[in-house]
């Protein structure tokens, strides 16, 4: 039976977006359905929002692109009155029979309520914080994890030439996949993630450390939700939050905090780098690419086999399908025998 495929990505943006949107069409089309673009996530799903038909020729080009041609947005139709009632009745005004959206923990939510109240969903995993229970990987993890990689070596020559501390601030809300990923990579010295939260007193010391063993800079590497008790109120008076109520946290400036102070308290030169949105841009790494596109056509075949409520994710180097809900169920944490690698490099 022919059906009309809606896709949508939701949430931040993340290299590999258009890959997986690519994906999905191009394996519709193939299969003989029809793809609908949602516009700007959920909120395309909501009374006055867009909705357009997508083409073969709209979906060309478009596999190297980072962001996302559908656009994006933080919009949650469940902290909504009848969110998910509306986007149900919006899609099926534009003859939507099942969806596709592509992101993370609040957009997947999204996307299990709607298979909850019998609307036929099936997921992709998309987030650079790489967060997500049960799956080894989400789009745009990969191509973050090689930023923060490319930054710590150009930071390294400069460090080593001016004798200095390079505090580097890279994105991690909840965790440190994209820090400690970045900072074994990019041979970082000193890691602190919101996971194992440290001291300033460590940070000190760790320096001091260095020094007296004639190492003459360090490159400390900071998730920005990592926590410093020391410097918990310095930066949470910065924070700021959005127009979803999520605290902006490079606007808390942990890493700025952070240099300062250790500063003040070794007299070291200090500097700090804000790698912000750097992460999130630009053309998506060949692994991002490879599993967007690996996923994007399983979903499909998941839909055109009459599947819903469930994700194609991957698993011991796999593609395997696990209910939506698993992948949602709570934030994938940086384990401590991960962690304990960054210590053989302090
Ligand atoms: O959720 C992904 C993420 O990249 C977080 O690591 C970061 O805190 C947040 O998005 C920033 O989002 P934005 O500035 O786009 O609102």
Redesign the pocket.
Known sequence: MRVRIGILTG????PGLNAAIRAVARRAFQLGHSVSGVQNGWAGCLEGGVIEELRPADVRGILPLGGTILGTS?TNPLKMKDGVATVIRVLRRHGIDAMVPIG?DDTLSVASALHEAGFQTVGVPK???NDLSVTEFCIGFDTAVGVVTEALDRLHTTASAHHRVMVVEV???DTGW?ALFGGVAGGADLIIIPEFPLTLGDVVSHLYRRRGEGKLFSIIVVA??AHIPELEQEAASQAET?AFG?V???KRGIGDALARRVELETSFETRVTVLG?L??GGSPTPTDRIWATRLGVHAVELIAAGKSGVIPIRRNGEVEVVPLADVIRETRRVPEDLYALTRVFE
């Open positions: 949430g931040g943006d993340a933080r993370g987030t650079i914080d994105m991690g809300r994209v920005e939700g959005d999520h902006q946290l490079a949105h992460q999130r």
